[in-house]
């Protein structure tokens, strides 16, 4: 079975300061990776994902996650925070059920972004 | 245009009811799905259709159902409402080949009174 464990429920940072998201998984093997997030009262909107091709993933809105087979991670970061990257993000271990894609989801990390 | 949307997007109901959730998307999609996030955040999926065929069912109720007229719509009608059935629910959709990348409605807020 498949899981992944986001390991800070909530994380605060002050605008323009770096934005780290800690994720670690779970896989017998090689596992598709993605990270989701939801802006308050809106569905999810995926940022980034990665499928065994390279291990550091660029993704929308500046943000990029790296791939670590030794630590079992995939870490979300971002350079610099901007206000509107306020939201709770989820990071996603993906399998398949036919053409189906089952999802199955961390707990999220709220991202709290101060001035 | 909204690709994903759902309705209503709140649901207010009495414990016993009968209610059902319609999803729509215009993305040309053949997958789509509904999955259910509590109070705590917690995102898990509870049904999956591929061309109007049920491919993934998660251990859910048989108070909820399903169903899809057409590969286009997905709607989740929920029996004998339960307090424990509050939530939001979400539809999302997603194309054959594209592992992992759905899109995701706004949800439905439904609550069990």
């Known amino acids: 079975a498949q899981s992944v464990t986001q390991l800070d429920s909530h994380v605060s940072v002050s605008e323009g300061t770096p934005v780290l998201l800690r994720c670690n998984y779970s896989?017998?093997?090689?596992?598709?990776l993605f990270w989701y997030v939801q802006h308050p009262n809106k569905g999810l909107q995926l940022l980034l994902k990665?499928?065994?091709?390279?291990?550091l993933v660029k993704g929308i809105n500046g943000f990029e996650a790296e791939f670590k087979k030794s630590e079992t991670s995939f870490h979300l970061t971002k350079p610099s925070a901007h206000m509107s990257d306020a939201a709770e993000y989820f990071c996603v271990v993906s399998g398949v059920t036919g053409t189906a894609s089952k999802l199955t989801f961390g707990t999220g990390t709220r991202l709290q972004v101060t001035l | 245009d909204t690709a994903v949307s759902q309705t209503p997007k709140y649901l207010v109901t009495q414990m016993g009811n009968d209610k059902s959730i319609k999803c729509e998307q215009n993305?040309?999609?053949?997958?789509m799905y509904w999955y259910k996030q509590d109070s705590k955040k917690f995102l898990k999926i509870m049904f999956s259709y591929n061309n109007k065929e049920l491919i993934i069912n998660e251990t859910v109720p048989n108070r909820f159902s399903p169903k899809s007229p057409d590969k286009a719509h997905l709607n989740l009608h929920i029996n004998s409402l339960e307090l424990g059935d509050s939530a939001v629910y979400f539809c999302?959709?997603?194309?054959?080949?594209?592992?992992?990348?759905?899109?995701f409605g706004s949800g439905t807020q439904l609550s069990v009174l």
């Open positions: 999302a959709s997603s194309q054959e080949g594209t592992l992992g990348k759905l899109f």
């Open positions: 896989s017998s093997y090689s596992p598709s």
């Open positions: 993305l040309g999609h053949d997958t």
């Open positions: 990665y499928t065994s091709a390279a291990t």
